[in-house]
């Protein structure tokens, strides 16, 4: 499984930002996606995840309400709409996909990561 993140890029506070997470490989529909975000001096910290197969979405609360992740079964393409940004969501926006796991925070969990995409917000 590769993961290939995009869509970052500089905005101002109260904007808006989508960002793609393209998943290729045979068994990518078996994997959880999920994105996660690491500001300057802080570790790094789960944003939102999608499990296809239950159709199911969990979020950190500092974005729930803001932040929306879909997915595209024919583009094998995962989605992070994010709206109303703040300053505070500046950072390194990764993807990342894992087979099992109960904690979508537990970094150890996912299998494989992207590389991230800046996004950065102006106040």
């Known amino acids: 499984v590769q993961l290939q993140a995009s869509g970052g890029g500089l905005v101002q506070a109260g904007g808006s930002l989508r960002l793609s997470c393209a998943v290729s490989?045979?068994?990518?529909?078996?994997?959880?996606t999920a994105w996660f975000r690491q500001a300057p001096g802080k570790e790094r910290e789960f944003v939102a995840g999608l499990n296809w197969s239950a159709d199911s979405r969990a979020y950190s609360d500092s974005v729930k309400g803001r932040f929306t992740i879909t997915g595209d079964n024919a583009k094998n393409t995962v989605y992070l709409q994010m709206n109303s940004l703040k300053p505070e969501d500046t950072g390194v926006y990764s993807c990342?996909?894992?087979?099992?796991?109960?904690?979508?925070?537990?970094?150890?969990?996912?299998?494989?990561w992207g590389q991230g995409t800046q996004v950065t917000v102006s106040s």
């Open positions: 990342a996909a894992r087979r099992f796991g109960s904690n979508w925070d537990r970094i150890s969990e996912y299998d494989y």
């Open positions: 490989g045979r068994t990518w529909s078996q994997y959880a």
